[in-house]
């Protein structure tokens, strides 16, 4: 049998605590806050490609008239 007796400079403890970075409102802000930046480029995105669309049918209309009327 062995006896131990174990001593401690002080009675102090200490505790270590874990909070977390964000709180969950201020996550899903920043989630929305992307998705709705990235949606709106790809919007945009879009409705240039329309753009572009429309101008060339024009453009190849007004090509047409011209090559019908010479």
């Known amino acids: ?3 131990l007796k174990v ?3 002080t009675l102090e403890q200490l505790t ?3 909070k977390p970075m964000f709180e ?3 996550v899903l802000s920043q989630v929305g806050g992307q998705m709705g930046l ?5 919007l945009a995105a879009m409705f240039e ?11 190849r209309r007004q090509q047409s008239k011209e090559t019908e009327n010479h």
């Open 16 to 18: 270590y605590e874990q």
């Open 7 to 9: 001593y401690y400079d």
């Open 49 to 59: 490609c329309l753009e572009n669309i429309v101008l060339l049918w024009h453009y």
């Open 38 to 42: 990235w949606l709106g480029l790809s």
């Open 24 to 26: 969950d409102s201020e």
């Open 1 to 3: 049998m062995i006896k």
